[in-house]
């Protein structure tokens, strides 16, 4: 044997010290509108019941913001109002582990802390956290080993386990697949409506107007917290893309013609996705949940790096009413419809 093979420590084989987990629970939040497919797909494979909580309205966001000091951003209180509305419902809450090893696709910190600031915040009342650790979400081995790594802990054998991730990763990628196709779809039909329109020799026809939503998925598909947004773009006759919907590995190779230091991957794609998009679009509209870190300094970098395409910038909070957002969408509105005609256009 050689010396290194000696000196090499024996990795311990996980115990199954959570086998008693019958029914698991998963907040609708955060990372959920990223992974959810993965986490219930292969929770289930185990042979678990999921539990994933209601859809988000202003009692599960007034419940988290009482259980939030005044300094986390909105999708975390509205996170912990998640985690509240499932206790009684399960015998575990899974809140997994998104740590960011990588400069380059790393995740905001309070993905990383989710675990420890569940199991703190709600520690009087007896809520057991599943979870596991993901270092590293760009090397899948090591996503692959965490979460194997966990179904050994709830006593799945290893050959249950790596047929539950194999279900569960192509759960995800199918997903991933449908909305990317469905986004070529649209694309698709917005260019050939706008041809008809070009050659519409009575001038009449109107060019569809197209914007790009640009939010994190825990926002843009969130119906109480971005849901405002979205029904009054449509409401107004706009086609609304999300910019979380691009493929996800084009994105995330286009974001470094922006910068090559940005160390966030959720942001990495989004700004990836406006670069593929830019020209094929009217607007875009950056939504952030105050006061998000890494939206702070990507989205004003943003705003001074794109050129040609008009942006509108919304912040919403906890107290924020949606008759100002409305007027603001309304007038964003007006302004690309006004461009769209010439307006703007100077000699």
């Not at 939040?29 to 497919?37: A, D, E, K, M, S």
């Not at 966001?61 to 509205?78: I, R």
């Not at 830019?278 to 943003?302: E, H, N, R, Y």
């Amino acid at each position: 044997m050689k010396a290194s093979e000696k000196e090499r420590p024996l990795a311990l084989k996980p115990q199954p010290d959570l086998a008693d987990i019958h029914i698991v629970g998963i907040p609708r939040g955060f990372l959920y509108h990223r992974y959810g497919p993965l986490w219930e797909t292969f929770l289930r494979e185990l042979g678990r019941e999921v539990i994933v909580s209601d859809e988000t309205d202003r009692a599960i966001v007034e419940t988290g913001t009482v259980l939030s000091v005044d300094e986390c951003c909105l999708a975390s209180k509205a996170y912990m109002g998640h985690v509240d509305s499932l206790i009684g419902r399960c015998d575990a809450v899974f809140v997994p582990c998104y740590a960011s090893c990588d400069p380059r696709a790393g995740f905001c910190t309070k993905f990383q802390a989710a675990p420890d600031l569940v199991a703190n915040t709600f520690r009087d009342r007896g809520v057991r956290v599943l979870s596991c650790l993901v270092e590293n979400v760009s090397k899948p081995k090591e996503v692959r080993r965490a979460f194997t790594e966990m179904a050994a802990r709830l006593g799945a054998s290893p050959a249950l386990a790596k047929r539950a991730w194999k279900a569960g990763v192509r759960a995800l990628e199918d997903a991933r697949r449908a909305q990317a196709a469905a986004q070529e779809e649209t694309l698709r039909l917005l260019a050939e409506y706008r041809a008809v329109a070009a050659s519409d020799p009575t001038g009449t026809q109107e060019r569809p107007l197209a914007i790009l939503l640009v939010a994190h998925p825990y926002l843009a598909h969130d119906e109480y917290l971005c849901g405002t947004i979205v029904e009054s773009l449509e409401a107004m006759g706009v086609t609304v893309l999300f910019a979380d919907e691009t493929n996800h590995a084009r994105a995330y190779k286009a974001s470094f013609e922006f910068t090559d230091t940005l160390p966030w991957v959720v942001n990495r794609e989004l700004i990836g996705s406006i670069l593929l998009l830019q020209d094929k679009v009217d607007g875009i509209v950056l939504v952030s949940a105050f006061p998000c870190g890494p939206d702070s300094m990507t989205d004003d970098a943003i705003m001074r790096y794109i050129q040609g395409t008009p942006i509108l910038n919304l912040m919403i909070d906890a107290q924020s009413g949606t008759a100002g957002v409305e007027t603001r969408i309304e007038s964003f509105v007006d302004i690309l419809r006004y461009h769209q005609k010439g307006g703007y256009v100077h000699g």
